[in-house]
C-alpha cells in the first residue's frame, strides 16, 4: 500500500516540477520579447540597435542588467 501511495506522490511531483518548469520557460521567453520591445521603442540607430539585440543575445550579464534597467524583472 505504501508503494503505490509513494508512486502516486512520486508522479504528482514530477508533473509539478514540469509545469514548473514549462512556466518557467514562458516567463523567459516573455521577459525577452518584451526587452526586445523595449529596445525597439528606445529609436536606436538599425545599427545600434542590431548590435544591442546581438549583445543581449550572447551576454548573459549584459541582458540581465537591461532586464532589470527596463524594470522588466
Known amino acids: 500500500m ?3 501511495l509513494d508512486r ?3 508522479r504528482g ?3 509539478g516540477i514540469t509545469i514548473g518548469i514549462e512556466k518557467g520557460r514562458q516567463e523567459g521567453r516573455d521577459e ?3 526587452l526586445m520591445e ?3 521603442e528606445q529609436n536606436f540607430l538599425e545599427h545600434d540597435l ?3 539585440i546581438r549583445k543581449a543575445s550572447k551576454d548573459k550579464e549584459y541582458r540581465m542588467h537591461l532586464l ?3 524594470k522588466i524583472i
Request: glycine share 0%; with cysteine; hydrophobic share 40%.
Open 13 to 15: 511531483i514530477d508533473k
Open 32 to 34: 525577452v520579447a518584451e
Open 68 to 70: 532589470k534597467e527596463y
Open 50 to 52: 542590431i548590435n544591442e
Open 2 to 4: 505504501c508503494d503505490v
Open 38 to 40: 523595449k529596445l525597439l
Open 8 to 10: 502516486i506522490e512520486k
